[in-house]
């Protein structure tokens, strides 16, 4: 997550951006590092894995590394490229939401069906555009981590995903316009150096209104913008804004003794999409991007029940090497806070603190 490093407000996105176009303008230096990189290992490789690259004598490939006319492939075996999972695996994304995610039959339908279409598209006409909407601990964040994970191998640490956080990288209200221009110019220089990237905005409920529309133009049905195709980028925002009316519908289907597995989209994402439109207190306020249609889904994360607290414990045992115990499992669900206060049905914080809960049961 290139943009989470290097501190606060327009200090810290300013000093990721100085280091971005430092990157960019050397252009030749950065390359060279990397290709130096790629030498060394050709250097270090077992005859069997120099014969694999035969006809090319080593010599021939080691003067293309060190001219940076090398073979994409060759070169991508010792350093990440933009695209480097070449083909997502619906399978394999599929697997990955059952086995993570609970409770979010509408999340995991929406995120499959739009994230593998969207790759497998050769042409798309304009940026995948999601935005993820729920309380804290329902799993929006999970799901953002799931997605570059199967599009890069670094995951949220591949240099082609990059991660904002509204309180850490756009604090100061005074500062809007300087952050709308180093927005762009960093969306610019990453998109130009891989058209793949991928673009995660968090706490979109406390940004501040306006400022998310400086990027419009990134989003919209443009073949070119300045020269540069945004056509092929993801971006993702993460909100807790609509929560409420999420709540509202999933309250409704449990009062009517309806099973949650039976909420559709059409119940609930235009009243969504409305209510962040029209939350004062959300970066979505009266946007352009929910104005001119640029949001291809709104993802409503449901409230969790406490069966589902007990299934992110029991994933959490596991991967803390943990034989299941379901006593502890109960003993820590069942101190979790529930609401409505009369009828508890849903978990007020989500999976979000049952890991640390567990931490004192195995209190060594």
Known sequence: MASARGGTGSAGLAAV??????????????LGMKLGRAALGLLLL???????????SLGLALAGVLTGYIYPRLYCL?????????????????????????????????IL??????????????????SLHGWTGTGKNFVSKIIAENIYEGGLNSDYVHLFVATLHFPHASNITLYK?????WIRGNVSACARSIFIFDEMDKMHAGLIDAIKPFLDY??????????????????????????????????????????????????????????????????????????????????????????????????????TNEDIVSRVAEEMTFFPKEERVFSDKGCKTVFTKLDYYYDD
Not at 46 to 56: G, K, L, Y
Request: net charge positive; aromatic share 10%.
């Open 78 to 110: 010792f350093a990440e490229c933009c695209g480097q999972k070449r083909t997502l695996s619906r399978e394999a994304l599929q697997k990955d939401l059952d086995n993570k995610l609970f409770g979010q039959h509408l999340a995991k339908k929406i």
């Open 46 to 56: 077992a005859p069997s894995v120099v014969q694999a690259v035969e006809p090319i």
């Open 181 to 185: 221009d180093q927005l762009q110019l």
């Open 222 to 323: 443009y073949d070119l913008v300045d020269g540069v195709s945004y056509q092929k980028a993801i971006f993702i925002f993460l909100s807790n804004a609509g929560a409420e009316r999420i709540t509202d519908v999933a309250l409704d289907f449990w009062r009517s003794g309806k099973q949650r597995e039976d909420i559709k989209l059409k119940d609930i994402e235009h009243a969504l999409s409305v209510s962040v439109f029209n939350n004062k207190n959300s970066g979505f306020w009266h946007s352009s991007l929910i104005d001119r249609n640029l949001i291809d889904y709104f993802v409503p994360f449901l409230p969790l029940e406490y069966k589902h607290l007990k299934m992110c414990i029991r994933v959490e045992m596991q991967s803390r090497g943990y034989e």
């Open 17 to 30: 951006l100085v280091r971005g176009r430092r990157e960019n303008a050397q252009g030749g230096a950065g």
């Open 113 to 130: 069906n739009a994230v593998f279409g969207f790759i497998n598209n050769p042409k798309p006409k304009k940026p995948l555009t999601l």
